[in-house]
């Protein structure tokens, strides 16, 4: 052998004695030891390694401050523990999460929910993987245009760029989590979730949590916002006419039209009874002069009418319809018609205890479009993808048309509530909620799927969001005024682990510390009650010209994260399924599912 094929014959056979030596289970051990023994330490920004005391361990990570895993430069805040136990054996053996997982992805600038297991898949047909020991892996970079949304050191959500995605079968049961809030999330016992503890986001393993501990949800989650939908997208070509394509068509254009060349020259000749004008959409046997637009704006009128459908609504092959007896909730729908120059009729009906009233709007169009991105039937329908990352008005008004609709404002439970036969929906919703800074709760009752917005979001929910019928517009007006003289405590919505911020602050300023004990004991202090002792200790401060800058900029930040801490009620094991998924992501190597949860 030449010293070149004696080099890479010795490299293989070194891989296979490690791929036989290291197998999952004791990688998985290996892992838990290298995690819980560094779980303090963390790359800062100057890329020195510190521990939670803030003392050097490593002036530069590994001498070079690169992953070992990847072979690029570390990022800020990545868990020391972390990296070196993903850098033994298979990536992911040990972490990931159940396939029908529905985590949030944006795919060149388009945000929806996914399968992770499908989505995965999907990636590694396309690009190809590689096999590392028992798991599929395949290395992304920023080409690829995949990012979720990641949690921070400082509690803040940003979209990061996926690096890596990994798939191993599993053979052991899953951890289903659920929170106070009602979300859930299925993982394997190794997977990682975040705590906070002393003020650091760390990497906790699912089978080290426990009841009582608390882990993030998404609060506010930025999205990068859309003004417009293309129809093409859901609607084909081949059996729609788009006035685009039928003009290049006209124009001996290559183009894609839904009826043969007889057709078309019977159209051309102006046979047809309807035009089709150039930009719009029309059923391939098009009877009408509706001129609803191949592109069309994502604006309140727009959004009104998804939220009225959802919440109101129903669809069959030609018609759209949505049943509601008031006039406020009505007018927006018939503006939205009359915009596209759709026809609608209107009729009471006696299907229930009392008289009702529907409105019908005639177009096939429309009523595929809502089939293909809400679903039919009360139990299918979903909030449409594109909502996730359309413009702040599109959204506000959908969310407004839907509870207006379907929801309720109860002054004697102090929430704004809304049900569906669908939890996708209402899973969907709680997640646009999150877009204005509105945390709901969620449970499921007698096979129905409820969500509660709870009363000290009211005047958000009131400034961002709104009603249009008189009866809610005053209900929800008298939990606002409740609000703000009653309401000061959310179960839900606390920070936790900041170490003894808050005694150190009381013990500078002269504050008698039992006013602080019990936080610091528990660890835990709803958003609002931290608020009144950050305006206490400022004003404490400039009263006694004492500096403590320091504990404040933690509190504050504590004050001003995306994320609430949500309480675990319930840990226990599920049937896996065959394949289990994983992100790497730059970062915190954090990513979060449809239900809001944060996970590493």
Not at 46 to 74: E, H, M, T
Not at 89 to 108: F, R, W
Not at 162 to 180: A, F
Not at 266 to 278: K, S, V
Request: glycine share 8%; net charge neutral; proline share 4%.
């Amino acid at each position: 052998l030449t010293p070149i094929q004696y080099f890479f014959h010795a490299a293989g056979g070194r891989d296979s004695v490690v791929d036989k030596g290291v197998n999952p289970a004791k990688t998985g051990y290996m892992q838990r030891r290298l995690i819980n023994a560094l779980q303090d330490m963390v790359v800062q920004r100057d890329y020195s390694v510190r521990g939670s005391n803030d003392k050097i361990v490593q002036f530069k990570y590994g001498d070079d401050a690169l992953d070992p895993s990847s072979g690029k430069q570390i990022a800020y805040g990545e868990p020391v523990g972390v990296i070196a136990a993903q850098s033994i054996g298979e990536p992911g053996t040990q972490m990931s999460i159940a396939a029908d997982e529905k985590v949030l992805v944006e795919a060149n600038g388009i945000i929806k929910p996914v399968a992770i297991g499908e989505f995965i898949d999907s990636l590694m047909q396309t690009h190809g993987a590689q096999k590392q020991g028992e798991a599929d892996v395949l290395n992304l970079d920023a080409s690829a245009g995949i990012k979720v949304p990641a949690l921070t050191q400082e509690g803040k959500i940003l979209w990061k760029n996926v690096v890596q995605c990994s798939r191993h079968e599993c053979h052991k049961d899953l951890l289903e989590i659920t929170t106070r809030s009602g979300r859930r999330i299925r993982a394997t016992e190794n997977h990682s979730f975040v705590l906070r503890k002393n003020g650091e986001i760390i990497p906790v393993l699912g089978n080290a949590l426990k009841t009582g501990e608390r882990i993030p949800v998404v609060k506010n989650l930025p999205t990068p916002e859309n003004n417009l939908l293309e129809l093409e997208e859901f609607l084909p070509k081949q059996t729609h006419w788009f006035g685009s394509e039928f003009k290049k068509a006209l124009a001996h254009e290559n183009a894609i039209i839904p009826v043969s060349s007889d057709g078309l020259r019977h159209y051309a000749n102006g046979h047809n009874a309807f035009e089709i004008d150039d930009g719009f959409v029309y059923p391939v046997q098009n009877h009408s002069n509706a001129h609803i637009p191949e592109t069309m704006p994502l604006n309140s009128q727009f959004g009104w009418f998804t939220g009225a459908y959802l919440s109101e609504g129903s669809a069959t092959k030609y018609h759209v319809g949505i049943s509601n007896t008031d006039d406020a909730f009505l007018a927006p729908v018939k503006q939205f018609a009359d915009a596209l120059n759709v026809k609608y009729c209107e009729k009471d009906n006696y299907r229930g205890f009392t008289k009702g009233h529907d409105l019908t709007i005639n177009s096939c169009v429309l009523s595929e479009l809502l089939e293909k991105t809400c679903g039919r039937g009360s139990g299918n329908k979903k909030v449409p993808d594109h909502a996730f990352n359309a413009n702040q008005e599109y959204a506000s008004a959908l969310l407004s048309a839907y509870f207006d609709g379907d929801g309720s404002v109860s002054t004697q439970r102090n929430c704004i509530r809304a049900s569906s036969n669908s939890r996708e929906l209402i899973d969907g919703i709680a997640l646009l909620l999150s877009r204005f800074g509105i945390l709901a709760t969620k449970h499921e009752q007698k096979k129905q799927f409820w969500l509660s917005i709870p009363a000290k979001y009211a005047q958000a929910f009131k400034q961002k969001i709104g009603f249009k019928t008189k009866k809610k517009q005053g209900l929800l007006e008298k939990l606002c005024t409740r609000t703000q003289s009653k309401y000061n405590y959310d179960v839900i919505d606390m920070t936790t682990g900041f170490g003894s911020t808050l005694t150190d602050a009381a013990a500078k300023l002269g504050i008698p510390s039992r006013y602080v004990n019990k936080f610091t004991k528990k660890q835990e202090i709803g958003r609002q009650t931290l608020a009144k002792y950050i305006q206490l200790f400022e004003n404490k401060a400039r009263e006694k010209n004492t500096d403590v800058s320091k504990e404040l900029s933690l509190l504050k930040t504590l004050l001003n994260e995306d994320v609430a801490w949500d309480e675990i009620i319930e840990i226990k094991k599920i049937p896996s399924t065959k394949y289990v998924y994983d992100f790497a992501v730059s970062g915190l190597e954090t990513f979060t599912t449809f239900d809001g949860i944060v996970t590493h």
